[in-house]
Nanobody, 125 residues
């Protein structure tokens, strides 16, 4: 059974940086594409970033391009989301997710098989 545990959330000010981590236990980490999603109050869960199994390919939603960076360390079974130049609109619960089947790096929630419990990120203005 795959388990995903996020950490690193917190309260920051606009313009600050924060790094989220997501550790996987249970299966071969490098068999999974990994993604980050977020959900703000009253809104749908939305795609933020994703990375392929060996880190060669990444993709981002337009609103975070140039500010957020997704990376992974397969030796540590961990995926990261480095967030910089943060804005109040980045406030959300951030979830990591694992996809075992897709050939390409997916951005759709439905492509992901396993989810973490989420970590709160709050950006004050």
């Amino acid at each position: 059974q795959v388990q995903l545990v996020e950490s690193g959330g917190g309260l920051v000010q606009a313009g600050d940086s924060l790094r989220l981590s997501c550790a996987m236990s249970g299966r071969s980490f490098d068999a999974y594409n990994m993604g980050w999603f977020r959900q703000a109050p009253g809104k749908e869960r939305e795609f933020v970033a994703a990375i392929s199994r060996y880190g060669r390919n990444t993709r981002y939603t337009d609103s975070v391009k140039g500010r957020f960076t997704i990376s992974r360390d397969n030796a540590k079974n961990t995926v990261y989301l480095q967030m910089s130049s943060m804005k109040p609109e980045d406030t959300a619960v951030y979830y990591c997710a694992a996809d075992r089947n897709s050939l390409l790096v997916p951005a759709s929630r439905g492509e992901y098989d396993y989810w973490g419990q989420g970590t709160q990120v709050t950006v004050s203005s």
